[in-house]
């Protein structure tokens, strides 16, 4: 134990109440202060073990601290490599640049440049929305209805949530929400609607600059776009002028199995903004991919001074090396996608579909249970019974499991048998749950 921590009969939070701000948000729904991390597992100061759903919100696909990545950075550091590159040339970089370009672009012949913004995802959306006003000459931006694309003033403009817009407390401008895939349910092709919208000189909507789309939206609920609408919608933007932004912030890097999510739609976006995991090891980095013929930024027109984290791009390469050099990974993922998937339907089955249903793609998936104060209560039940997994969607009502990529079959299933008991504590019956999991 920590010999700072407070002694017995203290408010072990103390110095959290009283010294950071009200603004804290995932502590309040995991009151414990954590020590330790290893794979898909968090270690209380007390020793409790947590199996953890949340990782870092899709930050730790490789789960924490991956001892393939650990090493890498360990001997980076004791070999006095740099820290803090700005953004000069440096081996650190070099190497990252490399394996991207060898694992990830070359076989998938994607011909992006890379752009460094500062390290966390809304500065990639900053940057991309910034370059593509500067492209086109045009000011507006559509986005979707739940989408969530960070929480700075131009970001926030295309986030869907009031709680965060409110925030901002000045009007955000620039963009034109329109309906997101399924929005008005399985009969309108919101795509059509789009269209539709931009060839009419007097609909109201100027033309864009670009369309910024998640192809799961994670934060606003594990909204899947169908693959036919997202194909739609980029043959719609690039019909109206505008460009194709995939922020595959939270559903890239294998989340949805393949390294990019928008691959199965066989899309080829502008700009794709990534952070979250491309580190690999919960360093903060961000990239904005640029179709070559699209790179129009002047030299440091657009800047930052976090932009060199050699730290991440040594942990990046690693994990490109590691997990992606061959198909197997994403094949693995997919696997245990389909696993997910297979019990959360087991799951949601012994209730009625007005309370339960199961929603996402890939390793995002999770239980809709239809209200935010249901869910609440689920992923507090799980937290007490060592599951760490949080809620997602406008009205937090989607239980949203993002369990580590490599995490291991006997793990997964232990986390969803948690998950599984803290619905049937919630909503269930337990004598019916009883008689369904012995007759099946
Ligand atoms: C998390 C997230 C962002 C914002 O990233 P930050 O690092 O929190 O700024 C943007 N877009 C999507 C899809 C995200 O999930």
């Not at 500067?134 to 507006?140: E, Q």
């Given at each position: 134990?920590?010999?700072?921590?407070?002694?017995d009969?203290?408010?072990?939070f103390?110095?959290?109440?009283?010294?950071?701000?009200?603004v804290?948000?995932?502590?309040?729904s995991?009151?414990?202060?954590?020590?330790?991390a290893?794979?898909a597992?968090?270690?209380a100061r007390?020793?409790?073990?947590?199996?953890?759903?949340?990782?870092?919100?899709?930050?730790?696909?490789?789960?924490?601290?991956?001892p393939?990545?650990?090493?890498?950075?360990?001997?980076y550091?004791?070999?006095?490599?740099?820290?803090?590159?700005?953004?000069?040339?440096?081996?650190?970089?070099?190497?990252?640049?490399?394996e991207?370009?060898?694992t990830i672009?070359?076989p998938?012949?994607?011909?992006?440049?890379?752009?460094?913004?500062?390290?966390?995802g809304a500065?990639a959306?900053e940057?991309?929305?910034?370059?593509?006003r500067?492209?086109?000459?045009?000011?507006?931006i559509?986005?979707?209805?739940?989408?969530?694309?960070g929480?700075?003033?131009?970001?926030?403009?295309c986030?869907g949530?009031r709680?965060?817009?409110?925030?901002?407390?000045?009007?955000?401008?620039?963009?034109?929400?329109?309906?997101?895939d399924?929005?008005?349910?399985?009969?309108?092709d919101t795509?059509?609607?789009?269209?539709?919208?931009?060839?009419?000189?007097?609909?109201?909507i100027?033309?864009?600059?670009a369309?910024?789309v998640e192809?799961?939206?994670?934060?606003g609920?594990?909204?899947?776009?169908?693959?036919?609408?997202?194909?739609?919608?980029?043959?719609?933007?690039?019909?109206?002028?505008?460009?194709?932004?995939?922020?595959?912030?939270?559903?890239?890097?294998?989340?949805t199995?393949?390294?990019?999510?928008?691959?199965?739609?066989?899309?080829?976006?502008?700009?794709?903004?990534?952070?979250?995991?491309?580190?690999?090891?919960?360093l903060?980095?961000?990239?904005?991919?640029i179709?070559?013929?699209?790179?129009r930024?002047?030299?440091?027109?657009?800047?930052?001074?976090?932009?060199g984290?050699c730290?991440?791009f040594?942990?990046?390469?690693?994990?490109?090396?590691?997990?992606?050099?061959?198909?197997?990974f994403?094949a693995s993922?997919?696997?245990?996608?389909?696993?997910?998937?297979?019990?959360?339907?087991?799951?949601?089955?012994?209730?009625d579909a007005?309370r339960?249903?199961?929603?996402?793609?890939?390793?995002?998936?999770?239980?809709?249970?239809k209200?935010?104060?249901?869910?609440?209560?689920v992923?507090s039940?799980?937290?007490?019974?060592?599951?760490?997994?949080?809620?997602?969607?406008?009205?937090?009502?989607?239980?949203?499991?993002?369990?580590?990529?490599?995490i291991?079959?006997d793990?997964?299933?232990?986390?969803?048998?948690?998950?599984?008991?803290?619905?049937?504590?919630?909503?269930?019956?337990?004598?019916?749950?009883?008689a369904?999991r012995?007759?099946?």
């Open positions: 134990m920590n010999d700072r921590s407070p002694p009969g203290v408010d072990k103390a110095i959290f109440r009283r010294l950071e701000s009200q804290r948000s995932y502590s309040r995991f009151p414990v202060v954590f020590s330790t290893r794979g597992q968090l270690f007390d020793g409790t073990a947590y199996l953890d759903f949340l990782m870092g919100c899709s930050s730790l696909n490789y789960g924490h601290n991956p393939e990545l650990k090493a890498a950075l360990a001997e550091i004791a070999s006095d490599g740099i820290t803090h590159g700005l953004d000069l040339y440096n081996e650190a970089k070099e190497s990252f640049l490399r991207f370009h060898e672009l070359k998938r012949q994607l011909d992006y440049v890379v752009q460094f913004p500062g390290p966390t500065n959306v940057a991309a929305l910034k370059l593509a500067k492209i086109t000459g045009r000011p507006n559509i986005a979707f209805t739940n989408g969530f694309h929480v700075s003033l131009g970001a926030l403009s986030t949530s709680h965060h817009r409110a925030a901002a407390g000045q009007l955000l401008g620039g963009v034109s929400r329109l309906p997101y399924g929005y008005l349910g399985s009969g309108v795509a059509d609607y789009l269209d539709r919208l931009l060839s009419d000189p007097s609909s109201g100027d033309a864009p600059a369309v910024i192809t799961v939206q994670g934060e609920g594990l909204n899947v776009a169908g693959t036919a609408w997202l194909r739609k919608l980029a043959a719609i933007a690039h019909g109206h002028g505008a460009l194709l932004i995939v922020d595959d912030i939270q559903a890239g890097v294998g989340r199995d393949a390294f990019f999510s928008f691959e199965a739609a066989g899309l080829h976006p502008d700009i794709v903004t990534m952070a979250k995991s491309i580190s690999g090891y919960g903060p980095m961000a990239l904005v991919l179709d070559r013929k699209l790179d930024w002047e030299p440091g027109e657009h800047n930052g001074t976090f932009r984290n730290h991440a040594i942990t990046a390469r690693a994990a490109l090396e590691h997990f992606w050099r061959t198909d197997s994403a993922v997919r696997e245990k996608g389909n696993l997910l998937k297979n019990r959360l339907d087991q799951i949601v089955q012994k209730y007005s339960a249903s199961v929603k996402g793609r890939g390793m995002m998936r999770g239980i809709d249970l209200s935010g104060e249901v869910a609440g209560q992923i039940t799980a937290f007490q019974k060592g599951l760490i997994v949080e809620t997602a969607g406008p009205h937090d009502e989607v239980v949203k499991c993002l369990p580590p990529l490599v291991g079959e793990q997964l299933s232990q986390g969803l048998d948690i998950l599984e008991d803290a619905v049937d504590c919630v909503i269930g019956n337990p004598a019916s749950t009883a369904l012995g007759g099946s």
